[in-house]
């Protein structure tokens, strides 16, 4: 080959590619969600510094994400207030308010992700920001779906429930950040989780291990290891699919 030729198929330094073509390096085969790496982002989940940043998020911003949390309180002692007063004395009945409160809850938990998306863009949410989320429809069936799943798993040895509700651990986030349909987003997150089974299963078990603690104290530890949590697992999905993460 003469000097300072170039193999076939090769292309210059600095020089990009034409239009369509896909850079040498492409992989067809590798999953992609709706984000590519971008610079400054982590191409790995480590498990102390999303707790961290969860911290320092909440820290930063902490009287809406207080407010927000409450609304949980709120729900719960609504749910007692009902059973208390109606008194439904058939399955049915309880079933009814049963779903309607775990609606409520679901609904809480998107608004929190919305909110922690925010947060990893690099803009304090303000409680009102919270519910910017138009696909309230498909919140409320990929969370049946999830719940259903889990409990089905449950129901014929418990640890495929286990397995059922960590696979599903970012279904929401695909829901409100990607707008995905239930089935997509429950796909996509087993999809991101058995890809990096190691690291998000670190940080599934140092959720379960903060929120037990958190509850010990009497209920109120939840209102700020809610937060941090939903944040961390916020970073972890933005983490992995190669999303926007502010340091500020």
Sequence with gaps: MP??????GTMPPGAMPPPGAMPPDFQPDTPTYGYQSAPGVPISLDVGNALSYGWEKFRANFAPWLAVTALGVIIYLAFVLIVQVVQPNSLF???LIFLAVMAAIWLLQAAMIRGAL???DGNKATFASYFHFVNAGNVLLTAL???AL?????ALCFVPG???GFLCMFAMHFVVDQEQGPFAAIKSSATLVITNI????LLALAV???TFVATLLCGFGLLVAGPVCTIAVTYAYRALTGGTLSAS
Excluded: D, K, N, R
């Design 198 to 201: 190691g690291q998000v299963l």
């Design 145 to 147: 779906l999830a719940f």
């Design 208 to 210: 379960l291990v903060i």
């Design 162 to 164: 286990l397995i059922a």
């Design 150 to 154: 889990t409990w089905i798993g449950a």
């Design 93 to 95: 009945s309880l079933l």
């Design 3 to 8: 000097p300072g030729s170039m193999q076939p």
């Design 118 to 120: 925010y947060e990893t």
